[in-house]
């Protein structure tokens, strides 16, 4: 989800610019439209002041939940994960419930039953990086929005594992997809260097399939962020972002992810 665009002057964009997940970010015209759908997805669970401040504000824009099939829930392992949490507080949860109503027109912080694996990388060499972009809560480069960006995860080419928020947090990942998404960072520059990383591999495989087989998330919607725009649960209330997406993570790199994904059943 790298804030891409023309150089910015000052400390805030050094520190923004440092990491990302992508080579660019593009616009296409064409965006995919969503289904009319029930309301629910992403939208229960508020709790607190700023969570029950605002009703849903528009309950026929969401797409629709997905419907069954979804994989059946297993006993797969979950991988060695260590925390590394960035700070949270009040004040950006907030901020995410008010990027929540003015993207998907649903007032909550709360990531509650994401369909959707969104798949990414840094373009930084180390996670020390990605921690130091994600942790401050400042606006991002490329939109210049608030929250913060980040991702729930990330994956070092080591192979270690770190849960920077918890899945139960709606993070700023994927522009049309942060409502019911779940993000996955890989240190690293291109998908091909992911791919070929065994250790990496291994321990992305390991977590997505843990996280999509508790989550009973299907294999189609383990996505790389550049399927962004056709993922079926895309949705965007602002007009100027509908074609938004990034470079990481190509439909053929994630043919290939989701391949040896599906060699490792729920
Ligand atoms: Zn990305």
Known sequence: ???????????????????????????????????????????????????RATPIASPTTLPAKAQPPRPASGRVPRPRIVDRLIPFPAKRRREMVAYARRHYGISTYRLTD?????????ETSDFSATYSTFAPDVPDSELHELPGVCSHFVVDRDGTIYRLVPTTIMCRHTVGLNYTAIGIEHVGFSDAQILHDARQMRSS?????????????RIRDVIGHNESLSSPYHHERVAALRGQTHDDWKRADMDTYRRRLARLPC
């Open 205 to 217: 495989l390991a977590l997505t399939r843990w996280l999509r087989c508790r989550g009973h998330i």
């Open 114 to 122: 994401p369909h959707v694996i969104v798949e990414h990388y840094t």
């Open 1 to 51: 989800m790298r804030p891409v665009g023309p150089a910015v002057a000052g400390a805030l964009a050094v520190a923004v610019a440092v990491v990302g997940c992508s080579s660019g970010s593009t616009n296409r015209s064409a965006a995919p439209t969503a289904a009319p759908a029930s309301a629910s997805a992403g939208a229960t669970g508020a709790t607190g002041p700023a969570a």
